[in-house]
């Protein structure tokens, strides 16, 4: 279920941003779940274990997931 509020999802960008300059050097291309409330966040290749990793430590939460360095996570086409 997606919860997440406009404040939660403008707070996790806003963290991203601040990590940005740190994780696109050391992480580039994996997958970054921010919780907007802890601002913990949880890094991995496989999105999945990202969002994993992060349901893990925060049961019943939302979090915000992007791929690092990437304008978009996903991508779909009809």
């Given at each position: 279920m997606f919860n997440m509020s406009l404040r939660q999802i403008a707070?996790?960008?806003?963290?991203?941003?601040?990590?940005?300059?740190?994780?696109?050097?050391?992480?580039p291309n994996q997958?970054?779940?921010?919780?907007?409330?802890?601002?913990e966040y949880f890094i991995d290749p496989v999105s999945a274990v990202a969002l994993k990793k992060a349901a893990d430590r925060f049961p019943g939460r939302d979090f915000y997931i992007t791929r690092i360095g990437a304008e978009t996570a996903f991508s779909f086409s009809g």
């Open positions: 707070l996790a960008k806003e963290e991203y941003e601040r990590l940005r300059p740190t994780v696109e050097k050391k992480y997958y970054i779940a921010i919780d907007p409330i802890s601002k």
